[in-house]
């Protein structure tokens, strides 16, 4: 009796301690994936690329974000030599990519800082992750977009703030399982206090889902966004405002106001804005009764609007779009 409880307890001891092995070589598998700093650079290091590009959507930076990069190309050199002395570091690799896709290219190639951030993410970098979903997003393709819906659905699921605000903007590559958890993620971002995520979920209620039991809700997020100078939800609230058209029952909660609509996408673009910079170029190309044709202010506004702008304004203007170039890119040469 003694002898078989004594053989028992062996056993059950055996099988723990394999059960910790395993556990433990699991780990040591894992930990690549799960690691977010390179070897070879000490933690809190400022490196020149992360004075002249650290982002604001990135937790792990460690020195205040950049918000206007003066010198691009001296930029990406910067961070190119750092990388060089510290190879592939995830941090310094988001920071070049996030360079490298401000470079001018052509609305149908894509990105060359794709492949850049997927190295960063493939590091488990959670503002890579988000970023690179961000790109793959703007791309041409729909290959690149659904896989960019997928990316961002899963940042946002980590955790990533600027991810959870933005992502009620793809609800439209969603299924209806991923869509209402999209929705969740937004709602989770303004509980965080996210002012563009106000904006994303009113777009997502009022432009894609027409959704009338939330009308109310979306007007208020435009309201309380607008009065505390959110850019994103000035241009969505002055476009309500300033065209006639509305989904059905929205001019119970956001009534026409072409002045103050119109007030308000140029303050939004002004400051940079680009989608209030696009309202814009539709308003002057005659897309409403509320606001004079301007053949100026069409292509000035959609020249602001990004290459998006560029592609709407080419195409008003009945040129190739290939090859049409902005104004204000033209008298830089």
Request: aromatic share 8%; glycine share 8%.
């Amino acid at each position: 009796m003694g002898r078989r409880y004594h053989d028992s307890m062996v056993e059950r001891l055996l099988r723990r301690r394999l059960v910790c092995v395993l556990a433990a070589s699991i780990l040591a598998a894992l930990y690549p994936l799960l690691e977010t700093h390179a070897v070879g650079m000490a933690d809190g290091e400022v490196t020149a690329c992360d004075r002249l590009a650290s982002l604001p959507f990135d937790n792990q930076r460690v020195t205040q974000p950049v918000l206007r990069v003066e010198n691009l190309e001296k930029a990406i050199a910067s961070c190119e030599a750092d990388l060089r002395k510290h190879p592939d570091h995830p941090r310094l690799l988001l920071q070049l990519g996030a360079l490298v896709d401000q470079r001018k290219r052509s609305r149908w190639t894509p990105s060359a800082a794709l492949p850049i951030l997927q190295k960063s993410a493939n590091q488990n970098y959670l503002a890579a992750r988000y970023f690179l979903a961000e790109v793959m997003l703007r791309s041409w393709g729909r290959g690149l977009r659904r896989k960019g819906s997928v990316l961002m659905l899963d940042a946002a699921r980590a955790g990533h703030l600027e991810a959870q605000a933005q992502i009620s903007y793809h609800i439209g590559r969603m299924d209806k399982a991923n869509r209402a958890e999209a929705l969740a993620l937004g709602e989770t971002a303004v509980k965080r206090g996210h002012l563009g995520a106000m904006a994303a979920l009113a777009n997502a209620f009022l432009m894609v889902l027409s959704d009338r039991n939330n009308y109310g809700k979306a007007a208020a997020y435009l309201r309380a966004a607008d009065e505390k100078g959110n850019y994103d939800a000035m241009a969505l609230l002055g476009r309500l405002q300033v065209f006639q058209f509305a989904p059905n029952g929205l001019r119970d909660f956001i009534p026409e106001n072409p002045y103050g609509g119109l007030r308000r996408m140029h303050e939004a673009a002004e400051a940079g804005n680009q989608r209030a910079a696009f309202y814009l170029g539709l308003a002057y190309a005659g897309a409403t009764n509320n606001v004079s044709g301007n053949r100026s202010a069409m292509i000035k506004w959609f020249c602001r609007a990004g290459e998006r702008g560029r592609y709407m304004v080419a195409e008003m203007l009945e040129r190739d779009v290939a090859d049409y170039r902005c104004p204000e890119e033209t008298s830089k040469r």
